[in-house]
Nanobody, 128 residues
Framework: QVQLVESGGGLVQAGGSLRLSCAASGRAFSRYAMGWFRQAPQKQREFVAA????????NYQDSVKGRFTISRDSASNRVYLQMNSLKPEDTAIYYC?????????????????????WGQGTQVTVSS
């Protein structure tokens, strides 16, 4: 069983940057597609970005394309979300998620129901 722990959240001014990190422990990390989701107060959890097991395929929500970059380092069992040009509407709790896949999969899921494992979340607040 893989366990996920997010870090890197905080308070930043609009236009600033943050890098979120998700550390995975347990079973072989490379057999998992990974995703980032976020949930703002009074709103449903929404997809932000995902990356396939090999890292060769990425998927982004339209509102973050060109500003956010997802990446993974299988050697350190980590997945990252680099967030640039942050906006107040990016304020939310950000969650890391994992989905076990078959070797060679290019799947980068974008629905919460497609993920098996979740971290506890990290707060990102962007002030205007």
């Amino acid at each position: 069983q893989v366990q996920l722990v997010e870090s890197g959240g905080g308070l930043v001014q609009a236009g600033g940057s943050l890098r979120l990190s998700c550390a995975a422990s347990g079973r072989a990390f490379s057999r998992y597609a990974m995703g980032w989701f976020r949930q703002a107060p009074q709103k449903q959890r929404e997809f932000v970005a995902a990356i396939s097991w090999s890292g060769g395929v990425t998927n982004y929500q339209d509102s973050v394309k060109g500003r956010f970059t997802i990446s993974r380092d299988s050697a350190s069992n980590r997945v990252y979300l680099q967030m640039n040009s942050l906006k107040p509407e990016d304020t939310a709790i950000y969650y890391c998620a994992a989905r076990e896949v078959v070797s060679g999969s290019t799947w980068a899921p974008n629905l919460p129901t497609q993920y098996d494992l979740w971290g506890q979340g990290t707060q990102v607040t962007v002030s205007s």
